[in-house]
């Protein structure tokens, strides 16, 4: 999102993160749904924590869910990971979770480019939701807002969105 800024007779854009938070989808009591997570060791102790959230969160709004956890090496071997879950056709969504944190190269950034457009793929190859929330960040400081803060906590949005979209698709398939 840009943020302009108007003062003293300038005009500034600013990039700045959303502060909207998905809404909470409604607990059901209907039949448990199916999830898999696919999450990377690389830079574990975030992507834990995202792990965490949406685990939590998922059985908050779908308890009894089925929740399968598979770890990958790194970011860069979650879509492979995605693609063999999704083959399986057990999973009503996958959430994809991971961090890549910037450094001095361009590596970073390829990584996650690479990741985007191979997860978008195999979500339109499957037709199955699969909830990127692989967070390419600036620096430690990010990754911990991101992940392990509750005020826009990545993982709590993956499982709502997760929910909301295993929830909307075959309304319309």
Same mark, same amino acid.
């Given at each position: 999102m840009v943020l302009v800024v108007a003062g003293a007779g300038k005009i500034e854009k600013k990039k700045v993160m959303s502060k909207l938070f998905p809404p909470r989808p409604r607990v059901t009591t209907k039949s448990? /749904? !199916?999830? +898999?997570?696919v999450? !990377? &060791? =690389?830079?574990e102790e975030y992507v834990q924590a995202l792990v965490d959230n949406a685990h939590r969160e998922l059985n908050e709004?779908?308890? /009894?869910a089925n929740i399968v956890l598979v770890w990958t090496p790194g !970011? =860069?071997?979650i879509p492979l990971f995605? #693609?063999?879950?999704? %083959?399986? &056709? *057990? =999973? #009503?969504a996958v959430l994809a979770l991971g961090v890549v944190i910037e450094g001095e190269t361009a590596h970073a950034t390829l990584i996650a480019e690479a990741v985007t457009r191979a997860l978008m793929d195999l979500s339109l190859l499957h037709r199955l939701p699969v909830i990127h929330e692989v967070l390419l960040v600036k620096d430690? %400081? #990010? +990754? *911990? %807002? *991101?992940c392990m /803060?509750?005020?826009?906590? *990545? /993982?709590?949005e993956a499982a709502r969105a997760a929910v909301t979209a295993s929830r909307k698709l075959p309304e319309i398939l």
């Open positions: 448990a /749904g !199916s999830y +898999a997570i999450a !990377s &060791k =690389f830079n709004l779908d308890p /009894g !970011s =860069f071997e995605v #693609q063999a879950t999704a %083959a399986l &056709k *057990r =999973f #009503q430690v %400081a #990010q +990754a *911990r %807002a *991101r /803060g509750m005020e826009h906590n *990545r /993982g709590v």
